[in-house]
């Protein structure tokens, strides 16, 4: 069974830091892209980040370009994304999600068909 479970979230104040990680098993790891994705507060799921198995690309929603960075430990099974520069509309419930291969599917696929959300990681930025 695939579970995925976020950590690394809190409260912290306009231009801080933190980094999300998520613990991944169930199944293999190192075989599939992941994602990153958002829920703000009465607002619709918003796609972050990707990365493919390999670590090789990453891909950023304009929002968070050059702010964020995504990676993986694949010997590990985790994923992490570091957020700097944190603004208050960062503030969201943070996700991380399983691509069905190697590549990342485009931002489609987790905002209209994925649906095995785990319990997620709150990031409030707030002065």
């Known amino acids: 069974k695939v579970q995925l479970v976020e950590s690394g979230g809190g409260l912290v104040q306009p231009g801080g830091s933190l980094r999300l990680s998520c613990a991944a098993s169930?199944?293999?790891?190192?075989?599939?892209?992941m994602s990153w994705v958002r829920q703000a507060p009465g607002k619709g799921l918003e796609w972050v980040s990707a990365i493919n198995s390999d670590g090789e690309a990453t891909y950023y929603a304009d929002s968070v370009k050059g702010r964020f960075t995504i990676s993986r430990d694949n010997a590990k099974n985790t994923l992490y994304l570091q957020l700097n520069s944190l603004k208050t509309e960062d503030t969201a419930m943070y996700y991380c999600?399983?691509?069905?291969?190697?590549?990342?599917?485009?931002?489609?696929?987790?905002?209209?068909?994925?649906?095995?959300w785990g319990q997620g990681t709150q990031v409030t930025v707030s002065s």
């Open positions: 169930g199944f293999t790891f190192s075989s599939y892209a």
């Open positions: 999600a399983k691509d069905p291969g190697p590549d990342y599917s485009g931002e489609y696929y987790f905002l209209h068909v994925y649906n095995y």
